[in-house]
Every structure is written in C-alpha cells, then in structure tokens.
C-alpha cells in the first residue's frame, strides 16, 4: 500500500505527463495542418507529370530502345527497397507499419533467391531494419537537419538512386512511404519507381495528339529522372503529413490516458486518506472507552 | 486584344503563376518558341532561360532552370524544376547555379560531356539576360 506522500508525489508526476504530451499533440495538429498545405501545392505538378508521362510511355514504351528507366534492365535480381520513415518516434505505429511492409516483401524476396538492397530516409527505420538486416544496408539518408522537407532534398535522394541506378546496382526500385488518408488513418503504401509504372486505365483517355521537342524519346529520356524525383518528393510530403497525423492521435490517446490515470490516482488517494482518518478515529474513540 | 488561354507556372513546391495570357515564350531546348491560343499540341523540354509571358494584367517574366512545357489548344502549362520572378533573381543565385552547372560539366563523362556544356552555356547566357534586364 503506498503511501499518501508516494500516490501524491505520483498524481502530480502523471499530471506533468500529460502536459506534455497534451503540448505535443498541439504541435503535432500545427504541423501536420502545414504538411498538408504543402502536398496540396505539390499536387498540381505531381499530377501533370504523371499525366504526359503515362501519354508518353505509352507511345513509347514497347518500342525499340525505350530508356531503361521505364523498360528495366531485362531482369529482376537485384531489388533496392527505399524505406521512408520519421526522424522521430513517439508518433504511435507510424514508422512500425511501414518498416512492416516493408519487412514482408524482403522476406519475399530474400525467400525468391533474389538479392535486396536497404536504402533507408529517416532515423527509425535504420534502427527497426539494422537489426535483422545489417548487412543489406547500403546506405542512409539523413533528414534530422530539415526542418521542412524541399524538393532539393528529394532531388538528392533521386539523384543517389539513379546514381546506382546507372552504376548496374540494383534493377527494381521501390519506396515505401506512409500516405495520407486522414488524421486516423495512415496506410502504408508501397510504390515501385524503376523502372516506372503507369496506370494503364488511364490509357486513352487522354487521346491529344502531341508534338515532341527535340523527339518523344528525348522527352521521356529527360522526363523520367524527374518523375523519379517528384515521386520520391511527394512521397516524402505524404510521409511528413502522415507522422504528424499519427503523432497527433498517438498524443490525443496518451493525453486520455494520462487523464483517466489522475483519475483512478486521486480515487485511490483519497480512499487512503479516508482510511487513516477512519483508523485515527477508532483509535481516539477506543483510548477513550478504555479509561 | 487577342484572345487569351490559360497558362500555368507550376514547380514541385508550388504554383507560382496561374494567370490568363495571349501568349507565352518558352525557352524550348531546341530554341525559343512563343505559343499562343491554339497553338497545335507540343510538348517541349525546357533549357535555362527566360519565360515571358503577355498576360491580362501585363507582362510577366521568370527565370527557369529546366522543366518542360505543355502547351494544348486551350492552356499552356509550365512544369519547371525551378522557376522564380526574374526580378527576385540576384546574381548570387546565378553565379551558384552557374557553378553548379560547371561543376556537372566538369564531372561528366564522355557521354554526357556535350549535354553538360550545352548547360553551361544556357545558364550563363541566362546569367547575363537576368544582368541585362
């Protein structure tokens, strides 16, 4: 039975908890209303990118001597799995369930015979894989710095990629990021970028007939590396909005939490309180009928 | 006036311009080009240089890097890597991307060599256009 002194000590300890993370979730609902406004303003160029490249690819893509960047290299040995996670923790199963995903499909593929390479952005995702996959690792993306994730962070993280890309490193290259669906709900999404795939529904559709300048081979030979990047940078958008939604709820559940704690806390601290009473009592009022 | 089309300035980070215009010159990689309404459908890689672009409220000039152009009948969109008014371009923003530039060029292998000073070129001829104006 702890003491009145230790419940006491106990409440007040809870309650500064809660200040705290009631404080974070606060933040949290700042920033994400923030991240959001930032994937919106990518949208637009996102969306147009994808729309004359699927056109392009189209034209393009079975015909001889397609750039290997939409055609592959012929083969699928070698996969690069590009795992976006937080800097941060305590944003609830955020990072978990991406590094989940992911985990899943190096099991597959390590299981196919296939060999897998880890490139990892954000700090909690290295931590959870290094763990079983230490030795696949071939390399890490630092994000601590950015306050606000930029398109030229995004540019260096494609530019690393194609890097190996053209080096012969790896064939099939895909991300895995958490999209956004609402402050409750974060999927975990996988999203392969070389080489690229389109919505083929979409084909069609969209039946203007363009002029290419200089050619539609030079178009898409320029064009591709982009879409890489633009897709790395949306990702990373999605990623951000979707840890501060997650920390928000993970801080919303904490602040309940550490709400209804005080409560059971100050229910039991009292009873003590009670009990003492009551036993000083009975002691007084049997000293008394002793005399 | 002449009649006027949709024209859109977007980079990945946002929108910059979304204005009507009667026409647009675009620093096409193959040289410059002007669309205006109906122009026939093109699609066109951009190379450094300067955008114009006559709009309902004026005339409206930005500096791009790289990107490309979709100009369809009725609107003309601007994809840019990078893209800013050109009166905010200082020449400490040149002489990086300048050096940037050169810095590619000096890295660049055989393969490559010639594109990388094609680059070179443009930025420095946009370097003195932003100088210029």
């Not at chain 1, 363009?210 to 178009?219: G, I, M, T």
């Not at chain 1, 990623?239 to 704690?261: V, W």
């Not at chain 2, 990078?82 to 990086?96: F, G, N, R």
């Not at chain 2, 940037?100 to 070129?121: F, I, M, N, P, Y």
């Amino acid at each position: 039975m702890p003491s009145l002194k230790d419940l006491k000590n106990r409440i007040e300890s809870v309650k500064s908890t809660r200040k705290i993370t009631k404080a974070m979730q606060m933040v949290a609902a700042a920033k994400l209303r923030r991240a959001q406004e930032a994937a919106e303003m990518a949208r637009p160029y996102a969306e147009k990118m994808e729309d004359v490249m699927s056109g392009l690819a189209a034209s393009v893509g079975n015909a001889e001597g397609a750039p290997r960047l939409l055609a592959g290299t012929g083969q699928d040995q070698t996969h690069m799995v590009v795992v976006m996670t937080s800097e941060r923790g305590l944003c609830g199963g955020f990072n978990s369930s991406i590094v989940r995903l992911a985990r899943t499909r190096i099991i597959e593929l390590l299981g196919q015979g296939k060999t897998v390479k880890i490139l990892t952005v954000g700090k909690k995702g290295r931590d959870q894989l290094k763990r079983d996959y230490a030795d696949h690792m071939v390399g890490h993306v630092d994000l601590t710095e950015v306050k606000r994730v930029g398109y030229a962070d995004a540019a260096k993280i494609a530019a690393d990629v194609l890097g190996r890309f053209d080096g012969g490193e790896f064939d099939v290259a895909t991300i895995y990021y958490g999209r956004f669906e609402s402050v409750i709900s974060q999927v975990p999404t996988e999203r392969q970028v070389i080489p690229a795939v389109f919505d083929a529904s979409q084909d069609g559709a969209d039946s203007t007939l363009y002029d290419y300048e200089p050619s539609e081979q030079a178009v898409l030979e320029d064009l591709l590396p982009r879409g890489v990047a633009t897709q790395i940078f949306t990702a990373l958008l999605e990623n951000a909005a979707s840890e501060q939604g997650a920390r928000m709820s993970a801080m919303d559940n904490a602040t309940r939490n550490a709400g209804e704690m005080i409560d059971k806390l100050t229910i039991q601290f009292n009873r003590s309180r009670q009990a003492v009473i009551t036993n000083e009592l009975i002691e007084i009022i049997s000293g008394a009928e002793a005399l | 006036m002449a009649d006027m089309m949709q024209f859109d300035l977007v980079s990945p980070e946002r929108r910059l311009a979304s204005v009507q215009a009667s026409s647009v010159q675009i620093p096409g990689a193959d040289g410059d080009m002007t669309a205006m309404t109906d122009h026939a459908p093109t699609i066109t890689t951009l190379r450094p240089g300067v955008l114009t672009v006559e709009s309902a409220d004026g005339k409206l000039q930005f500096a791009v890097t790289g990107g490309f152009a979709d100009v369809s009948g009725p609107a003309t969109t601007i994809l840019a890597e990078q893209a800013m008014p050109l009166s905010e371009v200082t020449d400490e923003i040149m002489a990086e991307l300048v050096a940037e530039a050169e810095a590619k060029r000096d890295a660049a292998s055989d393969t490559g060599a010639d594109a990388a000073a094609k680059l070179v070129a443009d930025m420095t001829a946009l370097r003195d256009q932003v100088r210029a104006s």
